[in-house]
């Protein structure tokens, strides 16, 4: 059982790895449709490249999604509207008139019994076929069905005869418009307007209803093809009724009910291709980028985007397809560019849209279009830091997404009549969604510990509480810091390693300094040393503290891991020489070891970069009269020494960088002290 612990614990960062990947995997199956699916891949307007296709069974041909909307839109213009007809109202209100004008007109008037008649016959026409109750708009010669409240009588007729309200005015206007009415016109108008009342209520629910009912009497399919008739032929166009017939087929591939051992077999093979895809990624880290792989942390990050990713798509899918791409697909590049490099956030993208090919539809055009979309991403957008980089870059992806799908569409229609100018709509939402990646490169860098080069950039400024205070407590490590800082950024650019970064931690590296700061020459403003007064092998460990101090001070901070780094190693596993010299002098058994600063060695280029114009930045404030010659011999002296004691053995960096590096540094440190290269006679 001892054995059993000890093995766990010694093999738990491999074992975590093998989990990681299991959930990822289990994850995606499981997102994943479980239908079968169809062995060919065609679209619309493509040549069928396949041999003579025939029909495996019998089968009928489905209506497409245009078909169906037509039948359905005929359908509603020909179904007539129903109304509720009150008959009771009708009768009310023509007593109401009537005795509301008799109470208004006195019998002395001499043509009371005239307009009595002709009221009479304005409340009989204007509820002839009924009077509406709200103001409705339909096509005038659009079927009505009036049914009455009591008696469920129908009566058809149209739209145009229902009375509207503000009609009731012209009605009145045209039977009393002698000039003989005149006196009394604005009395009977008041009259009627006060007194009659709609008796057509619009029966909405029952219209909807019968639409329904109808609607669903629309057969979805239009034809049968029966087993072995041809379908299509090698080399014919995919279009028309042979598209359509495709289409069928695959429709009845995808959604058929699977038995219990097909649906196994299903699940099986998803798995199989899932397994391939993300094993390619994890063997892309273990070969071209160890550290990422041996850091459970990144590795982690890295799944975990690629599976959110896939979780969203599928979500959308299953709710709203049609807008597939307002989903940000090309955050995933942008974000593990600005966390890592662009070679892994293209390959990493590249397999999270083959894994998606599996459930978008039209998955070629979709693949197509984001694994464009992640290259334009990958190539456009450099130093994420500056804001308008990735306004512009977006506005690149944006216009690809648009030219892309607009080629496709002329391919597939050969015409532009019918183009859908929304989608465009929906690409430029996707291109503003992109913008998410700023507040999400933040919220990662506080949830995983990463760091980004928006992050570097606020370390950078020298105005932070920290190095404000490394610049009050220790001045000259402070000022030591700025140009190493300088010396580092210029030879990272040099050889394509990350500047901002090894100019952060060259700001950062000696922030320990800040616990002695006399304790080291450069803050020493006097001609007192407290060295002398001590054993150099006191000097030697207060020297070595330093690097220890700086992890405490930067943790206290909440500087990154990555900062930290530059902290441990820019001294690497080198020696103290001069306490080192000195305590030898005085005794020859001396254990070098005491002498050692702990490292470890640098593990990357930058770390490297560091160590090298650390050492020549601070050793170049000896050279008594710098000219070209003792400059160049000094660089090549500290670093060749640094070489043979495989300082950089652990450091991905290679014998020609080293080289450009110390080209960098001379040209640096000649343009510091003013030196101008001596020419021979």
Known sequence: MKKILHSIYTHQSTIYKVFLFAISVIFIVYLFPKGGSFKYDFDKGSVWLYNNYYAPFDFAIQKTEDQLISEKKQLKEILPLYFTLDAEIKKEATIDVARKFEESFPDSIPLKSIITVQIKEV?????????????????????VILKEKTSGKATKTIFSKLMKTEKIGELVQNHFQDSIY????????????????????????????????????????VGLVHKDAIIISKGEVVEGEKLQKLHSLKAI???????????????????????????????????????????????????????????ITTLLIQYQ????YVIPICILPLVLKAFFDARLGLFAHVITVLLLGFVVPNSFEYMFLQIIAGIITVLTISELYKRANLFI?????????????????????????DLNWEIFGIFILGGLATLFAQPLIYIYEKLFGLVSDVSLLELSDTNSKLLKQLADEAPGTFHHSLSVANLAEAAANEIGANAMLVRVGGLYHDIG??????????????????????????????????????????????????????????????LVYYFYKMAKEKDDTIDMKKFQYPGPKPFSKETAILMMCDSVEAAS??????????????????????????????????????ETIKKVLKRKLLNIYHVRIEYPD
Do not use: C
């Not at 026409?125 to 708009?137: K, P, Q, R, T, V």
């Not at 397809?321 to 597939?324: G, I, P």
């Not at 977006?394 to 015409?415: D, K, P, W």
């Open 123 to 143: 409340t009989n026409a204007i509820y002839s076929n009924g009077l509406l109750a709200e103001d409705l708009h339909f096509d005038n010669d659009k079927e």
């Open 513 to 574: 300094k800040m616990s002695n700061p006399t304790y080291f020459i450069e803050n020493q403003s006097n001609n007192l040393n407290p060295h002398n007064e001590l054993d150099p092998k006191e000097s030697a460990q207060i020297i070595i503290d330093h690097v220890l101090n700086g992890i405490e001070i930067a943790k206290k901070h909440n500087l990154p891991d990555r900062i930290i780094d530059f902290i441990r190693t820019h001294h690497g596993e080198s």
């Open 253 to 311: 591939f995808t959604s058929q009910v699977w038995s219990e051992s097909n649906y196994n077999w299903i699940v099986f093979g998803y798995t199989i291709l899932v397994v391939l895809a993300l094993l390619m990624l994890i063997l892309f880290l273990k070969k071209y980028r160890l550290s990422i792989y041996e850091n459970n942390t990144k590795l982690t990050f890295i799944f975990f985007n690629i599976v959110f990713m896939i979780f």
């Open 182 to 221: 005149h006196p009394y016109r604005s009395d009977i108008i008041s009259i009627l307007y006060n007194n009659i009342k709609p008796n057509i209520q619009f029966d909405k629910q029952f219209t909807n209803e019968n639409y329904k009912q109808e609607i669903a009497k629309i057969l979805p399919t």
């Open 393 to 417: 870059s977006v506005a690149q992806i944006t216009a690809v997404y648009i030219v892309a799908y607009f080629s496709f569409y002329v391919i597939q229609e050969g015409t532009i009549v």
């Open 321 to 324: 397809v049609s807008y597939l």
């Open 621 to 658: 404030k000896s050279i008594k009269n710098p000219d070209y010659t003792k400059i160049s011999t000094f660089v090549e002296q500290i670093i060749e020494k640094q070489k043979n004691d495989r300082q950089f053995l652990n450091a991905n960096i290679t014998f020609k960088e080293i």
